[in-house]
């Protein structure tokens, strides 16, 4: 894992739908290996279950300043990143490749990262997480566009 441009003294707060709890269990171990104290929201199992009830108190996290930054997942990732967005402050991005990933932090300063599960391999997923994680705001003429948000 790349060092983190994120604050590591915060928690980084994840949760997931019943579609996405196998990459977050994975993801979550990866992170924690890493130095990351992190905070599960769940779900806890693959018993079918909604998705906002995980997506609201990840967002609220960042929202409120209890976590440095956000992971959701779920089958498509946009009924999270849909939730999440709802929270003022947050900048949640659906992720499917490693420049979307990338292009979220460079140029939007997102600070929640969405994974379609059902789309991208779990390889991806960490790749993903990784570069997210390790990704710089480039600020200059983006900080104009994120402040119109």
């Given at each position: 894992m790349?060092?983190?441009v994120f604050n590591q003294q915060l928690p980084l707060v994840i949760?997931?739908?019943h579609a996405g709890f196998d990459y977050k269990e994975v993801?979550?171990?990866i992170l924690t290996d890493a130095g990351w104290q992190?905070?599960?929201?769940?779900?806890?199992?693959k018993e079918s279950t909604d998705f906002p009830d995980y997506a609201h108190p990840v967002?609220?996290?960042v929202e409120t300043g209890v976590a440095a930054v956000g992971i959701l997942i779920c089958g498509s990732g946009n009924g999270v990143c849909m939730a999440a967005n709802k929270h003022k402050g947050v900048r949640a991005a659906l992720c499917w490749n490693e420049e979307l990933a990338a292009l979220a932090r460079q140029h939007n300063n997102a600070n929640v990262?969405?994974?379609p599960a059902r789309f991208v391999p779990q390889e991806l997923a960490n790749k993903m997480t990784d570069?997210?994680?390790s990704t710089a705001f480039e600020g200059g003429r983006h900080e104009r566009r994120v402040e119109k948000i």
């Amino acid at each position: 894992m790349q060092p983190t441009v994120f604050n590591q003294q915060l928690p980084l707060v994840i949760g997931c739908d019943h579609a996405g709890f196998d990459y977050k269990e994975v993801i979550k171990q990866i992170l924690t290996d890493a130095g990351w104290q992190v905070e599960d929201k769940g779900t806890y199992s693959k018993e079918s279950t909604d998705f906002p009830d995980y997506a609201h108190p990840v967002a609220t996290a960042v929202e409120t300043g209890v976590a440095a930054v956000g992971i959701l997942i779920c089958g498509s990732g946009n009924g999270v990143c849909m939730a999440a967005n709802k929270h003022k402050g947050v900048r949640a991005a659906l992720c499917w490749n490693e420049e979307l990933a990338a292009l979220a932090r460079q140029h939007n300063n997102a600070n929640v990262l969405c994974i379609p599960a059902r789309f991208v391999p779990q390889e991806l997923a960490n790749k993903m997480t990784d570069i997210f994680l390790s990704t710089a705001f480039e600020g200059g003429r983006h900080e104009r566009r994120v402040e119109k948000i």
